[in-house]
Every structure is written in C-alpha cells, then in structure tokens.
C-alpha cells in the first residue's frame, strides 16, 4: 500500500486536513493536497481564477478508477492556468511572462484523463513507471515549482 496523506497550505503554515471537507473553511489564498495511495494526488485551490479549482497529479479519478463519472473531465491547460493564476497571487511582481513560465512549467505535473482502452494507456503506464516517479515526488515538485515548503510529513 502507497503513501496517503492530506494537506492544507493556509498562509505560511501547512497543516493535516480531511479530505471531504473542501474547500476548507479558510481565508484565499489555500491549498489542499490530497495524495490516494501514492497514486493520485488532487490540488484543490482558492482562488481558482481561470481553473475549476482542482487538478490532479499522477493519475486522474475517472482514469484510475476506470469510471468516467470519478471526476469531472480534466483540462490540464485549464487548471495550469488556474494555479498560475494562484501562483501570479502569491508573486505580485511576476508579469505575464513569468505567469506564462509558470503556467508552461506546472503543466508539466498535471495529469490528463486517459482511457485504460486506448492504445496510449499502456505507454503512458510504461513512460510513468519508468521515471519512476511517484506522486509524492510530482507533488513535491509542484509545490517547490509554486514557491512553497513541502510539508515535512510528505515522504520523498
């Protein structure tokens, strides 16, 4: 069994939160990680700006669970957008060549739906395995990636 663990970013501090209350009860800017078994990681976020305020890392809901009705469809430009927009909050001084940087570097941790039935599936379960690269780490990288501490309970 994978690694799982939920946390809230609220101001400078990290803290442990329950999964199903969300979003929580804080004042924007927040940011809660939901890692599932090593697996999934769901990034819900306030202010979600131009993203629905969630966005996924490793695997999607509706692509782990095989089950389209897991999650709502994942626009990865959407929610790397979103949380450039988070980020841009957080960066006052950043202009939008920064934003773009930032939103270009954070797609790069998002993951999209696939269909465990199409050809793709299986080489993109290969490419994933062999950057051996669980969703704790991709995690930590997109934290690092939005200018915040990893939670020292993460596990790297």
């Given at each position: 069994?994978?690694?799982?663990?939920?946390?809230?970013?609220?101001?400078?501090?990290?803290?442990d939160?329950?999964?199903?209350?969300?979003?929580?009860?804080?004042?924007?800017?927040?940011?809660?990680?939901?890692?599932?078994?090593?697996?999934i990681?769901?990034?819900?976020?306030?202010?979600?700006?131009?993203?629905?305020?969630?966005?996924?890392?490793?695997?999607?809901?509706?692509?782990?669970?095989?089950?389209?009705?897991?999650?709502?469809?994942?626009?990865?430009?959407?929610?790397?957008?979103?949380?450039?927009?988070?980020?841009?909050?957080?960066?006052?001084?950043?202009?939008?060549?920064?934003?773009?940087?930032?939103?270009?570097?954070?797609?790069?941790?998002?993951?999209?739906?696939?269909?465990?039935?199409?050809?793709?599936?299986?080489?993109?379960?290969?490419?994933?395995?062999?950057?051996?690269?669980?969703?704790e780490?991709?995690?930590?990288?997109?934290?690092?990636?939005?200018?915040?501490?990893?939670?020292?309970?993460?596990?790297?």
């Open positions: 069994m994978g690694f799982s663990g939920t946390y809230l970013r609220t101001g400078d501090d990290w803290s939160h329950d999964p199903d209350d969300v979003p929580p009860p804080a004042a924007e800017p927040w940011l809660l990680v939901d890692i599932y078994d090593s697996d990681a769901t990034v819900s976020y306030g202010p979600a700006g131009p993203g629905s305020g969630v966005a996924y890392l490793g695997d999607t809901p509706r692509a782990y669970f095989d089950d389209p009705d897991a999650s709502a469809p994942t626009d990865v430009t959407r929610e790397a957008a979103g949380l450039a927009h988070w980020w841009a909050r957080q960066h006052p001084a950043a202009g939008a060549p920064q934003r773009a940087a930032k939103q270009a570097e954070i797609a790069t941790y998002l993951a999209a739906d696939r269909d465990r039935g199409d050809d793709d599936w299986d080489d993109a379960v290969d490419d994933a395995a062999a950057a051996d690269v669980f969703v780490t991709r995690t930590a990288r997109l934290l690092t990636a939005l200018g915040l501490p990893v939670p020292d309970e993460l596990p790297l």
